[in-house]
């Protein structure tokens, strides 16, 4: 695989991106002088205090991903999931985040407020092209599946700390981090029973806007059946995510093993 790129994937490369993107987006979000919790106070609130990072970041992953030359692993599976039923995860999350919209108070919304909100979209292309991409393009040159999962599950929610110092409390900080551990776990099946990153973009992009404009816009009581069902996917995804580590081995493969 390796030889076929600009830059050979390693591990430093891979952490070294991931922590370049944390310290990018606490730059700008400092820069933008919005505390954490008052970014649903407004359009613009939301625009300086993060939709301009995300904006920036795009463009930088981007670059960064092209001076690589990383594009193809960090988007597509070698080889997928052996096991296609974990996609249930996956599945009832994106049936969850439809959910929340159908319950959200969309009159609670401006048009200023609703166009920075739609910028939040963009947060499923940086962390998962952070976390899920290149960290685990960079990790799979030197560990097996499971660290894989497990290390890019815990930088995708190490990531989010950087709340505490944009203002957000360091109890919900620290349930935002449990949280999103298990929401990368959910990501991280998407990509390999799918063989396309691009899918966990998607639900990525789609779970954080519709939790955000639940949260911005009021969600009616059901939404706690929502949070409690939520819990319950996390819960099978905990146990699904074992099942992926083994790849689909396709007839090619078997002749090409049968032959060696």
């Given at each position: 695989m390796s030889t076929a790129l600009r830059v050979k994937p390693q591990v430093w490369i891979g952490a070294v991106v991931w922590a370049g993107y944390v310290v990018l987006m606490l730059l700008l979000q400092k820069l933008g002088d919005v505390p954490y919790p008052d970014l649903d106070k407004s359009g613009s609130n939301l625009f300086f205090g993060v939709g301009i990072s995300l904006i920036v970041a795009t463009v930088v992953i981007a670059c960064v991903t092209t001076g690589l030359g990383w594009w193809g692993p960090v988007l597509r599976e070698p080889m997928n999931s052996r096991h296609r039923w974990p996609i249930i995860v996956p599945i009832l999350t994106a049936a969850l985040s439809l959910a929340n919209l159908a319950i959200t108070d969309w009159s609670s919304y401006d048009l200023a407020f609703l166009g920075a909100s739609i910028v939040l979209l963009l947060v499923g292309f940086t962390e998962?092209?952070?976390?899920?991409?290149?960290?685990?393009?960079?990790?799979?040159?030197?560990?097996?599946e499971m660290w894989v999962w497990l290390f890019t599950s815990l930088a995708f929610a190490l990531m989010h700390l950087i709340n505490a110092l944009a203002g957000q409390s360091f109890a919900a900080t620290a349930e935002q981090v449990v949280v999103t551990f298990f929401a990368g776990t959910i990501f991280y099946i998407c990509r390999r029973v799918t063989g396309r990153l691009v899918w966990s973009m998607v639900l990525h992009g789609l779970w954080d806007f519709a939790t955000f404009a639940a949260g911005?816009?009021?969600?009616?009581?059901?939404?706690?059946?929502?949070?409690?069902?939520?819990?319950?996917?996390?819960?099978?995804?905990?146990?699904?995510?074992w099942s992926t580590f083994s790849n689909h081995v396709t007839a090619a493969d078997t002749d090409m093993t049968t032959s060696a």
């Open positions: 998962e092209m952070t976390t899920r991409g290149l960290l685990l393009v960079g990790l799979r040159s030197r560990v097996g911005h816009g009021g969600r009616a009581p059901i939404g706690a059946l929502v949070n409690l069902l939520y819990l319950l996917v996390c819960v099978i995804g905990l146990v699904a995510v």
